[in-house]
């Protein structure tokens, strides 16, 4: 019986060889096949992967022949037809580094965790109404605001300081150079912010603006730098790119193409994007560079700001760290229902004069699975894009906002003014404020 029972084992153990090797040569092939595929797709630009979870992947940013290329989205173009969505993803790859070692982490200590300490004595850093740049739907003092704590407070982390702000170094650390946000309206107010902060030490006459267009440009002559805005809210080509008269609803967005935004930013020096609001307003839909009767997919804020990710994510992968910074802006939240931070309550961000003291608060105004979706993007990029997480330190400002005491193309009626609560702005800042912060983390790191 032992003798028989050692041949089964014996037969096993010669059959266990042969399942190993065919094990083997099942990995080989697919592995083989699936380097033939992404060759195929490197080689011909236009061809689609086709997928067997039935998910279809679409190569990005193709430049196309003049005579081929789709029109350009602007605020009058609309969709010929609408159908559902057909499942198509973004194909871009995290490249691995060419240019040394990763990046280290940006800060030595967390500089992103902390909490906001009243300093009158320090803050603000600059005066509203010393800076002739100043938009009036953020500047809260000029239009009623009776209060000034809000310019008050500094960021402190926990484990260690910040850097002083020195605009002397801050112009030196951009001699010769583009520093250029590219974003929403809240991406602008940070820009504003910063040119508000750097304009203090450059005479009138050396310094100069250009009219409000897609591209507006802060001009410093001593330094022979520009600090610049570029309109772009959604990243990827829309029918909103237009900086005054873009379109609010029925919004339209080629899913595949930074190509139109990237040709204004690609030779800037220093890039800050975000991108966040303008995707809390679904569904968008998706006119694909390839589509050439103008039908469109239609798919949630959500799943939209993935694809538009995704393209310009193709773009940031490509990137040489050691001639370009690219920075990253984490969502800026909201804060519009006061029962969040007070229970009970039915008010927003009206009236609210100190910062919530409750650390690790999270309001609605931050939308996790957006900020997930964006992170795992992120983490992909480490080496070429840098991250400034102002998300957790600007949740604790509910008092940072204009509310009624703002200037959007005309002043607020009397019976606006009389109910905050439905005209209250609780998304933009006020300046000086938490933007100038944003500012002093970007000065950080630069």
């Not at 797709?41 to 086709?50: A, G, K, W």
């Not at 969709?79 to 490249?95: D, F, M, P, V």
């Not at 005309?410 to 109910?419: A, F, I, K, M, V």
């Amino acid at each position: 019986m032992q003798q028989s029972q050692r041949w089964k084992w014996s037969k096993k153990k010669t059959q266990f060889p042969a399942l190993v090797f065919v094990l083997f040569l099942f990995i080989a092939f697919s592995n083989l096949h699936r380097e033939r595929s992404i060759l195929q797709i490197q080689e011909s630009p236009d061809l689609v992967l086709h997928r067997q979870d039935s998910f279809t992947f679409v190569k990005p940013n193709l430049f196309t022949p003049q005579n081929h290329a789709p029109g350009v989205l602007n605020r009058f173009s609309t969709c010929n037809s609408t159908r559902e969505y057909s499942g198509q993803k973004i194909l871009w790859t995290a490249r691995t580094p060419e240019y040394g070692h990763r990046r280290e982490s940006l800060e030595r200590c967390d500089v992103f965790s902390g909490k906001w300490v009243f300093d009158n004595a320090s803050y603000p850093l600059y005066k509203e109404s010393e800076c002739p740049y100043m938009s009036d739907q953020l500047a809260c003092h000029k239009h009623g605001r009776p209060d000034l704590g809000y310019q008050y407070w500094r960021w402190q982390p926990h484990n260690c300081n910040l850097k002083r702000w020195n605009v002397t170094e801050m112009w030196e650390k951009l001699r010769g150079k583009r520093l250029m946000f590219v974003g929403d309206s809240l991406n602008r107010g940070q820009w504003i912010s910063m040119v508000c902060l750097l304009q203090t030490v450059i005479p009138a006459d050396k310094r100069s603006m250009s009219p409000n267009a897609d591209l507006t440009i802060f001009q410093a002559e001593e330094y022979n730098a520009t600090v610049e805005f570029l309109w772009a809210p959604l990243l990827v080509e829309s029918n909103s790119d237009d900086p005054v008269n873009h379109r609010t609803s029925d919004r339209i967005i080629r899913p595949d193409s930074v190509l139109k935004h990237a040709s204004i930013w690609e030779d800037a020096d220093i890039l800050i994007f975000n991108s966040y609001l303008w995707w809390r307003q679904g569904p968008v839909k998706l006119l694909w560079s390839a589509e050439a009767n103008s039908v469109c997919e239609e798919v949630d804020g959500l799943g939209a700001m993935e694809l538009a990710m995704g393209a310009w994510a193709d773009w940031a992968s490509k990137v040489n760290p050691l001639k370009k910074q690219v920075f990253f802006v984490t969502t800026s939240p909201t804060h519009l229902w006061s029962r969040e931070w007070k229970p009970e309550s039915e008010g927003n961000c009206y009236s609210e004069k100190s910062p919530i003291d409750s650390e690790g608060y999270w309001g609605s105004g931050s939308d996790l699975p957006t900020m997930s979706m964006v992170e795992k993007v992120l983490s992909k990029l480490s080496s070429k894009v840098s991250v400034i997480n102002i998300t957790q330190l600007s949740e604790y400002r509910k008092d940072g906002h204009p509310s009624i005491y703002r200037k959007f193309w005309e002043p607020l009626r009397p019976e606006q003014l009389s109910n905050p609560t439905s005209y209250s702005d609780c998304i933009h800042w006020c300046l000086p404020g938490v933007p100038d912060v944003w500012n002093e983390l970007l000065f950080q790191f630069l």
